[in-house]
């Protein structure tokens, strides 16, 4: 390759669309691709410039590694390629314009994941692969209903349930379903924590002269036509903070606009939110989720295993309904579990071997006595960090993510009370272990990564 190439950085751009565009979907390379553009370029590092936050995000997370292929190729070497949003002084497309190569259902598809991603609604949970039965028969009609008419029927809809049982996943089903069929409609989800932890961001940046204002976070929230709020438990501490809430719920309510709410427990039990906000969430329709029995168990392993494509045969999954009984989130991670391990030591996935990963989960199983102290060091061994660290107050992604899974295999394997967990670990509220440990479940349940490293700190713990 010549020097010339680096004195064209549009030429140069156009030949990395050209590999790019060979090896994703015409529908991503549209909705993503064509809207990063390239600035400067030299012969040691390509800038590479996204139209908007939701650009970059998806580059960064799903396409960045067939970008740089396509970048290495062109270049004859490796380029360091540094990502920013902006604009750009050659736009090569825009963002609305799809050409006559696109059908009217690829462009809904482009205009719905925006939506989706600008109201927090993951495309994962929806109505399709939600299993409705004895345990969650009113809750879903509900939600099916609310999702047709939404502000009409039932308002606010109050939804209450142990962990673990569906109510995130039928949060975002209505979001889904709604921004689906009625366009028009603005959609936000949100959890009682992050409305929080917003919240006193935009107080803290302040007058309207930081990044995040008060007045934006109140129009944010309250020109939403439907607002889902998910774990409205976690709305806690300062009585400015419930205040606030109490505003945008009376706001949405009197302009009639759909609210959904989801907690641990029926209003009545809130203890420490003010009573006028919890006579409101009861104002509505209040309906709860049991854990599934056996036959709901099953046919949700079979949805998931129809849907993802898992060779597993009928037999396993029985197996694996009849013995994880607790809730649908962990009904899910032992089915990962065992999928997991077959797949990683190239084993057949028979009975046998389902056994013996669901065996190693099951409390009373451990043949060695184990005590929170060795946990710890299994998990500080694996993640190779200090355990004054996980214990400390560090907050970097190094040192949440093992603490997080301290508090899940901890409260997994020796259902220490939250409170006593919170004091072995520092000093913590019990509300934090709780969120902790929830949020490694709900990973458990997803990914892959945070999955296999569970599975892999319990060998640890679990190794004569
Ligand atoms: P919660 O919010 O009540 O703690 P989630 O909605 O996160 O529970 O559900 C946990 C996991 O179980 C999710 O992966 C979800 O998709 C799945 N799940 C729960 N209930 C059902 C159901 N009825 N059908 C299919 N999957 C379900
Ligand atoms: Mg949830």
Known sequence: MGIEIYDNPKEFWKAVLGQVELKMSPMVFKSVITRINIGDLSDTQIEVIC???????????????????????????????????????????????FGPLFSSEQKT?????????????????????????????????????????PGELYNPVFIYSGVGLGKTHLLHAIGNRILETKPGMKVIYTTGEAFMNELIESIQSGGGKGKYSTNQ????????????????????????????????????????????????????????????????????????????????????????????????????????????????????????????????NGLNLTKEVATKVLGRNIKEAPTKNINVNDILKAVCTYYAVKTQDVKGKRRTKEIVVPRQVAMYLIKEVTDMPFMSIGDFLGGRDHTTIMYGVEKIEGEIAHTGKIAQDVVNVKQLIFAD
């Not at 490796?78 to 750009?88: E, F, P, R």
């Not at 598809?109 to 939600?130: A, Y």
């Open 51 to 97: 139209e908007d936050e939701f650009v970059k995000k998806n580059l960064e997370n799903k396409y960045i590694k067939t970008v740089n292929e396509a970048i290495q190729r062109i270049a004859g070497k490796k380029l360091k390629v540094i990502i920013k949003v902006g604009h750009t002084k050659n736009p090569s497309a825009n963002n609305h314009e």
């Open 109 to 149: 598809e482009v205009l719905l994941e925006e939506k989706r991603h600008k109201g927090n609604i993951s495309p994962n949970f929806t109505f399709s692969n939600f299993i409705a039965g004895k345990s969650n028969n009113l809750a879903y009609a509900i939600a099916t209903a609310v999702s047709e008419k």
């Open 217 to 344: 976070f109140r129009n944010k929230f309250r020109k939403a036509d439907v607002f889902l709020i998910d774990d409205v438990q976690f709305i806690i501490g300062k009585q400015s903070t419930q205040e606030e809430f109490f505003h945008t719920f009376n706001a949405l309510y009197m302009a009639q606009k759909q609210i959904v709410i989801t907690s641990d427990r029926p209003p009545k039990e809130f203890s420490h939110i003010e009573e006028r906000i919890t006579s409101r969430f009861s104002s509505g329709i209040i309906a709860d989720i049991q854990a599934p029995d056996v036959e709901m168990r099953t046919a949700i392993l079979r949805t998931k295993r129809d849907l993802s494509g898992d060779i597993i045969s009928n037999e396993v999954l029985n197996l694996i309904a009849e013995k994880v009984f607790t809730n649908t989130r962990e009904l899910e991670g032992a089915y990962l579990q065992v999928v997991t391990y077959a797949k990683a």
